[in-house]
């Protein structure tokens, strides 16, 4: 995840045996390497800042699990949508699937509605706590 913060997407493209995102939120299902890079491509151009603050990390049978928070400024158009200039932080899980020893997939879960509000393009989510 470090080789995506440094835009060093060559290594992160080497720890597939076979690349393939999917972003649960969206339905998007990027597959192979060109797919793959043209999914950096949109989402830097996008968010240019893009990073991972790593919270944790999971080892299960056949993957493992990291949850991290996902930070970015919107400095680019984002599927049509102009750039807000605004900032936005997501608490993230993403699962790294392996068959056998082979990275195959990173499939990667967050709030939608949390980005989109903090980049003011929907309203936020009201609390169930009320007005505290």
């Known amino acids: 995840m470090e080789s995506e913060n440094v835009h060093d997407f060559e290594t992160t493209m080497d720890t597939f045996d076979h690349p393939r995102y999917e972003i649960i939120p969206t339905g998007d299902v990027w597959d192979g390497d060109e797919e793959v890079r043209q999914y950096f491509e949109a989402t830097r151009a996008a968010f240019p800042d893009q990073r991972n603050e790593l ?3 999971h080892h299960a049978d056949a993957g493992v699990i990291v949850e991290f928070d996902l ?3 919107h400095e680019g158009p984002l599927r049509g949508i102009p750039a807000t ?16 020893d082979r990275l195959v997939c990173e499939r990667v879960y967050f ?3 949390t980005i989109l509000s903090q980049l003011g393009l929907v309203q936020p989510a009201p609390s169930l706590q009320g007005d505290s």
């Open 55 to 57: 919270i944790a990390l």
């Open 71 to 73: 930070k970015g400024t």
């Open 85 to 100: 200039g605004k900032e936005f932080s997501c608490r993230t899980v993403a699962f790294f699937l392996f068959e056998e």
């Open 111 to 113: 709030d939608a509605a």
